[in-house]
């Protein structure tokens, strides 16, 4: 081949490597299982077919098709983890989650701290959601807010196939319960990268330093990341050198990366596609106000999502959440 010739290199998509996360991990342990709506291939492998095969290579015990109740997905995942199992329980619709409110807090968030810590819930609970595709108000909310701000749960939401791969290992190796946040409209775009290596783990609480950039620091996760590298290849062509960093874990989220980036910038655009009042990045906000108070040229921005339902007409919907065009003018705005 001549030493000039590129090769392309290979696409993956975010679904496809969710779908490896599940196959690996189910070789490699047989303590994994799986329950849900229609996971099992007799009713189709899941409404995004992420594990599609599970159920005829590993039988319906591990890969369990659940009725259509939030509370017993849950309930029954956080029993089988108390038995020695490591649960992966999905619940289809993030909004879908508040049914099962009180399985996830009062129970898997507080059962190592009501038992001392001799009792540890290593559950997973994959739920998607995600403005874009005309799903409505009580399909389309990013509610991590609500967890991160619960003692004893992690929470995770990647924006890239590598990423998804590789908190989803982590996830399922972790003692604790974990909320693993997929974004609907981000599962099929492919992506340029090699497939993750079975051996592949994302450290869960750490980010990732997408872009390096010197003028403004984006703090950002889940689609909003896609949103933010366009924003910065754009600004970079406008002379504005920008640092996005992917949160990957919101809670814990990596403060060190995020203080380093925002001392060495001076100015921090957070982003996210849940409502701004009381998110995430409030939180974010006043950590950094706080650690950074007389360091920073400008005060932190945020930029969220609107404070009122998803909406369903397309132009409302897509006024409704942050996009690259949103995020390219706070950077300009925030740099003037």
Known sequence: MNAATKVAKPTVTIVAALAKAYQDAFAEDSKVITLGEDLADPEGGGVIKITKGLST???????RSTPISEQAIVGAAIGASLAGYKPVAEIMLMNFTAVAMDMIVNHAAKLRFMSGGQTNVPIVIRTMTGTGMGSVGQHSDYLEAWYAHTA???????????????????????PDPVIFIENLPAYFPPMSMEMPASTHRVPLGKAAVQIEGTDVTIVTYARMAIEARLAAAKAAEQGISVEVIDLR??????????????RKTGRVLIVHEAAKEHGVGAEIAAVISESLFGQLKKPVKRLGGAFCAVPFSKPLEDAFAPNAERILAAVKDIVS
């Open 152 to 174: 004893g749960i992690k929470v995770v939401a990647p924006s890239t196939p590598e990423d998804a791969y590789g908190l989803l290992r982590s996830a399922i190796d972790d």
């Open 249 to 262: 874990t919101i809670a814990p989220w990596d403060r060190e990366t995020v203080l380093a980036s925002a």
């Open 57 to 63: 290579t590993y039988g319906d015990d591990r890969v």
